[in-house]
């Protein structure tokens, strides 16, 4: 380990080739991290290359399948999240760990109020509650239900809980992304005060320039590995190099010959000034037969809620959404099935699939009510054309009864997508396709996009895979704060203009989201 | 990659292979309740003479058919991810309506019949417009019409029980030496579930709402209109119970069929269905009734005391959700 900084501060957290698999998946494969006191160690990595994971061993929420965690010098084992809590480690996620109906104070004393007599003292708890708040700059009164805080606020009640556990290492998940850039100041000056006290503070963040305003050093990871440690001040460019690492052209293997030739022909999917008052505005778009279309942009740009209200998912205030010419009703999921589109939604297990029912009744949840006839269904005609579909889609399971909740991430797609297929979509919108899907699964829906746009389909894709969109769209759309940001054809698109549009910004240094702070 | 291995082959339950004995064997395997409900008989049968006779075995029948019929409607709920508290009572509110249509007003008795029917499905329309349209939690609106219909029933009674004519005994009555009426509509209905839950679009909607309403809703199955046919099914359902259990009694009693929804619960939870939503099937059902009544009679035949019933009823209802739940982890 090479260690530019000149005087190495006590080291109070240390990982050794930290591994962790699950079924199909290598998510961790060897880490090696430290981190010191009084530092900003940023965790950098694309989506899917371990960050999650490895904060997940480090808070206890994963038992590690090999490896060592050392804190202080010393190996310990974190088997829960008590134990991360005795040993100092606090992590703050990005979905926070708050009662929204409980005041701030009892918030921050969750579970450990201090009482007397076996009752709860709420003067004492109030007073201490205060003093947390004030270190971490909150002026609302401890007593105000949390549920009325802006996220901002809800953020630094998660710092002042973890202030009030003694944390010495502070575990941050994407701190800024959900922040306008006058509250990521304001969390900054926070960090950085911790830092003086001599907390050691794992940062992980999206956005490349907030790396030299806050961080001390960044370790990259990339596919499950610890590839590297550099200083902050490293070039964006260098970082970049380090998180993707090898030639997109090669795993992305989109033929985009026939879309260029079809560049002319009527677009399949068009939609025209859409508006869902708060969450979107003024969306408009195309996408023609034999063409993949990508969405990019940050999380939270509203880039799902426009595929859902696109999909008749949810309602929109204005706007038109037309399928091979015909205006969608909107709101109406069914009326969108029947001109043609379809959506893989992107949290499967929660949207996409029933998870205890059958693989044969996963495939026919969109066709078993044109199959029926009579007031019956034609189940035994639905299970043949489900046997057909996965056979074609290569779905590996034991057979069509089994249950799609114990097949693999990537068969559970391909039974989401199948269904579609057999509900003979034209149209197929794909929320983040390959969230949490192995590598081989994939390639295996990349080639079936390719199938689809070759046989006439049109496909609009969000992704947050920066690698996956360029690798695969023919056009990129970028959504910022709810708007398009911009539009790049394939040749345009790279990871930095994509990002410049998405940030909203294209003179980094500036103040990078300088817009009104989004909903609360 | 592909898969040459036809549908089912793992799973095929059809009898072909394998002797009679066999099947009897795997069937028993596959489900939990269906053998409790075996070895109940069986341990039965030896400590009570009188348990194995023609008359006991048809009068647990028609002592199980209310709760099963009820069953079968709370059975399309609890599918769907729902439940619905409010059958016992709108049972009685529809048995003292058919009462007040034929003896009060003076109807002929298929009108009658078919009015009280209506008014239980009305009853479960509320029900669904409350929970489909006023987003109410189906165990709240459900709750509100357990009482409601309870207070019409009585209300329309003015508290007494409203005799039934004659000519509508036969309902519960039996036809020849072995043909108990309340059993054959018990069959009937479930027959009628049966084809629901595995046959018709609704009932395929109500596997896919209780297992994974947001999946169902993204797949166009307009959730809410299922609802709607849900709660009105169990609404008729009801119905079809409290004129059984009336016309056995020969006179409608508005407090008849109190606590029977959570009878009818439990049958649906014993036979196998999951509270969560998405799985449950009739035949289970049926089988959850029929241990319950069997339970009673037999404990009955043994003088265990009416006190101590119910705390073994309790015990049952427990270990045979336990044991499901054990069977399924593995």
């Not at chain 1, 006590?10 to 530092?39: C, H, M, N, Q």
């Not at chain 1, 001040?233 to 795993?251: K, N, S, Y």
């Not at chain 1, 019956?376 to 590996?396: F, S």
């Not at chain 2, 003076?106 to 019949?113: Q, T």
Request: net charge neutral; proline share 4%.
């Amino acid at each position: 380990m090479t260690t530019p900084d000149p005087p190495p501060a006590r080291e109070l957290l240390r990982t050794e080739g930290i591994r962790k698999t699950f079924p199909g998946v290598v998510a961790l494969d060897g880490v090696d991290f430290d981190l010191r006191a009084g530092e900003v160690h940023v965790l950098l990595g694309e989506n899917g290359a371990g960050k999650s994971t490895l904060i997940k061993v480090l808070s206890g929420a994963y038992r590690a399948d090999a490896g060592r965690v050392l804190r202080d010098g010393k190996p310990v084992r974190i088997s829960g999240a008590e134990a991360a809590e005795k040993l100092g480690i606090a992590t703050i996620h990005q979905e926070f760990n708050l009662v929204p109906q409980l005041s701030v104070a009892e918030n921050i004393f969750l579970g450990r109020q201090p009482r007397r007599l076996g009752i709860v003292d709420r003067k004492k708890m109030e007073a201490d509650a205060k003093v947390l708040l004030d270190r971490v700059g909150v002026t609302a009164s401890p007593r105000t239900p949390v549920g009325e805080l802006g996220i901002a606020g809800r953020q630094m009640v998660e710092i002042a809980k973890a202030l009030s556990l003694r944390t010495r290492v502070l575990i941050m998940d994407e701190p800024t992304a959900v922040l306008t850039s006058e509250e990521v100041a304001r969390l900054f000056a926070i960090v950085r005060k911790l830092r003086s006290d001599g907390v050691g503070i794992v940062f992980i963040t999206h956005h490349l320039e907030e790396i030299p305003a806050i961080g001390d050093r960044v370790t990259v990871l990339r596919d499950g590995r610890s590839v590297g440690q550099v200083p902050a001040d490293t070039p964006e460019d260098d970082l970049v190099r380090l998180m993707v690492g090898r030639d997109i052209a090669q795993q992305y293997p989109r033929e985009r010959g026939k879309a260029d030739a079809d560049a002319g022909s009527a677009p399949l999917l068009r939609v025209s000034g859409l508006r869902k008052q708060g969450v979107f505005e003024d969306v408009s778009f195309e996408v023609r037969a034999g063409e993949v279309v990508g969405i990019a942009g940050l999380v939270g740009a509203g880039r799902t809620e426009v595929v859902r209200a696109v999909f008749g998912a949810d309602p929109y205030d204005a706007g038109r959404v037309e399928v091979a010419g015909r205006q969608l009703p909107g709101g109406d999921v069914w009326a969108s099935h029947t001109a043609g589109l379809g959506l893989v939604p992107e949290d499967r297990k929660g949207q996409g699939l029933l998870p205890e029912a059958s693989v044969a009744d996963n495939l026919a949840l969109v066709t078993m009510r044109e199959a029926s006839r009579g007031g019956l269904v034609d189940r035994g005609g639905l299970r043949k054309e489900a046997a057909r579909i996965a056979d074609r889609l290569g779905v590996r399971m034991a057979g069509l009864d089994q249950h799609v909740r114990t097949l693999s991430g990537g068969n559970q797609q391909k039974v989401v997508i199948g269904k579609w297929l057999l509900a003979k979509s034209r149209v197929l919108i794909l929320d983040e396709p390959t969230r949490g899907i192995d590598v081989g699964a994939k390639v295996e829906i990349y080639q079936l996009i390719n199938e689809l746009t070759a046989s006439g389909h049109a496909v609009l894709m969000i992704s947050s895979d920066l690698p996956e969109v360029l690798g695969m769209s023919d056009r990129i759309l970028v959504m910022s704060q709810g708007r398009i940001a911009g539009e790049l054809t394939a040749r345009e698109a790279t990871q930095d203009a994509v990002m410049a549009l998405a940030v909203g910004t294209s003179a980094p240094g500036t103040s990078e989201m300088e817009d009104s702070p989004r909903g609360h | 990659m592909a898969i040459d291995t036809q549908p089912g082959h793992r799973l095929d339950k059809r009898p072909g292979g394998g002797g009679p004995p066999q099947v009897v064997r795997r069937i028993l395997l596959d489900n939990g309740a269906l053998s409790a409900l075996v070895v109940l008989v069986v341990i039965l049968a030896i400590m009570s003479g009188d348990f194995l006779t023609t008359t006991n075995l048809l009068n647990v029948g028609v002592q199980a058919a209310v709760t099963a019929i009820l069953a079968f409607g709370v059975t399309f709920a609890i599918v769907s991810g729902g439940i619905d508290l409010s059958v016992g009572s709108v049972a009685a509110f529809s048995g003292v309506m058919l009462g007040w249509f034929t003896t009060t007003q003076g109807m002929p008795d298929f009108l009658g019949v078919v009015l009280a029917i209506l008014t239980g499905t009305v009853c479960g329309l509320l029900n669904g417009v409350l929970i489909s349209y006023g987003k109410l939690p189906p165990f709240i609106a459900t709750l509100a019409m357990l009482s409601a219909a309870r207070g019409l029933a009585q209300v329309v009674s003015e508290g007494n029980p409203v005799l039934l004519p004659d000519s509508l005994s036969w309902i519960g009555k039996t036809i020849g030496e072995w043909l108990p009426v309340p059993v054959i509509v018990m069959l009937l209905m479930g027959l009628v579930a049966a084809v629901v839950l595995a046959r018709t679009y609704s009932g395929r909607a109500m596997y896919a709402i209780g297992g994974n309403e947001e999946a169902a809703h993204l797949s166009g199955i307009r959730v809410r209109r299922q609802k709607l046919v849900i709660y009105t099914l169990v609404g008729t359902f009801a119905a079809v119970a409290g004129i059984v259990l009336a016309s056995r009694l020969a006179s409608a009693q508005p407090n008849a069929a109190t606590g029977y929804e959570l009878d009818a619960i439990a049958a649906v939870v014993i036979g196998g269905a999951s509270l969560a939503g998405g799985v449950g099937k009739a035949s289970g059902t049926l089988i959850g009734a029929l241990i319950l009544a069997v339970l009673r009679n037999g404990l009955n035949l043994l003088d265990v005391s009416a006190f101590w019933q119910q705390v073994v009823i309790g015990v049952v209802i427990a270990l045979a959700v336990l044991l499901d739940t054990l069977r399924r982890r593995t």
